[in-house]
């Protein structure tokens, strides 16, 4: 039986990463990775740009943004549009999941 491991890295707000590590992890160039932070889609810590650090929120994010730009052809714009669309919807969820829970007797 061939079986296969997989390893890798738990993320969270903890946890930064450099911009050459979050275009590893995205397969995304530092071009684009750039042009997200300029749109104010990811907000690195750190003044250079050599210095940038991201957060494990900022990956999920750097992730999405990429792959809404490569499968669906949307441009920065309509990228960042899309994912405060999508913040949105999930805070909504939440708060509709907590006034449930309240209502339970």
Do not use: Y
């Not at 390893?7 to 590590?21: A, F, H, P, Q, Y």
């Amino acid at each position: 039986m061939n079986q296969k491991s997989l390893t890798g890295v738990v993320l969270d707000e903890r946890v930064e990463i450099s911009l050459v590590e979050l275009c590893d992890a995205c397969s995304a160039s530092v071009d684009w990775i750039v042009e997200l932070v300029e749109e104010g889609v990811l907000r690195p810590g750190g003044q250079e740009q050599t210095r940038w650090r991201f957060s494990g929120a900022c990956l999920l994010k750097a992730r999405t943004a990429t792959r809404l730009h490569h499968d669906l052809q949307i441009n920065i714009a309509g990228v960042a549009l899309a994912l405060d669309l999508l913040a949105e919807n999930e805070a909504m969820r939440r708060r509709l999941q907590r006034l449930e829970a309240e209502r339970e007797p």
